[in-house]
C-alpha cells in the first residue's frame, strides 16, 4: 500500500510563511518527479512547483521568487517553502509523487490535500 501524508498546512496571516511536506511510504523501488499542486474553490487544480528526479525545478509564474520547492530522496519527501503568502495563495494543496513499486511499476500518486488558508 502507497501512502503519501501531507502536513503543515493552516491559516496564515499575508506576508507569512507556511512550510508544507509530504511523504511516501510503501514498496517504493525509485522516486521519479514530485510535484505540488493546488485546487482553489471554484477553480481547476493548477500546478504550483515541480522538482524533477534530476533536480531541475518548474515553478508556476504566480509563485515564483516566493516558494521553494525541495526533496529528501532518502526521507522520500518533497517541501514547499511559501513565503509571503497572499489571499491568492488560499487552496488545496496537494503532492503528487511518480513512484516505481515493488512488483507494480510506474505511477502517479497523489496526498490527500492540505488546506492553506491565508487571511487577516
Known amino acids: 500500500q502507497v501512502q503519501l501524508v501531507e502536513s503543515g498546512g493552516g491559516l496564515v496571516q499575508p506576508g507569512g510563511s507556511l512550510r508544507l511536506s509530504c511523504a511516501a511510504s510503501?514498496?517504493?523501488?525509485?522516486?521519479?518527479?514530485m510535484s505540488w499542486y493546488r485546487q482553489a474553490p471554484g477553480k481547476q487544480r493548477e500546478l504550483v512547483a515541480r522538482i524533477r528526479s534530476g533536480g531541475s525545478i518548474d515553478y508556476a509564474d504566480s509563485v515564483k521568487g516566493r516558494f521553494t520547492i525541495s526533496r529528501d530522496n532518502t526521507k522520500n519527501t518533497v517541501y514547499l517553502q511559501m513565503n509571503s503568502l497572499k489571499p491568492e495563495d488560499t487552496a488545496v494543496y496537494y503532492c503528487?509523487?511518480?513512484?516505481?513499486?515493488?512488483?507494480?511499476?510506474?505511477?502517479?500518486?497523489w496526498g490527500q490535500g492540505t488546506q492553506v488558508t491565508v487571511s487577516s
Open positions: 503528487s509523487m511518480s513512484l516505481t513499486i515493488l512488483f507494480r511499476g510506474m505511477h502517479d500518486y
Open positions: 510503501g514498496s517504493i523501488i525509485s522516486l521519479g518527479d
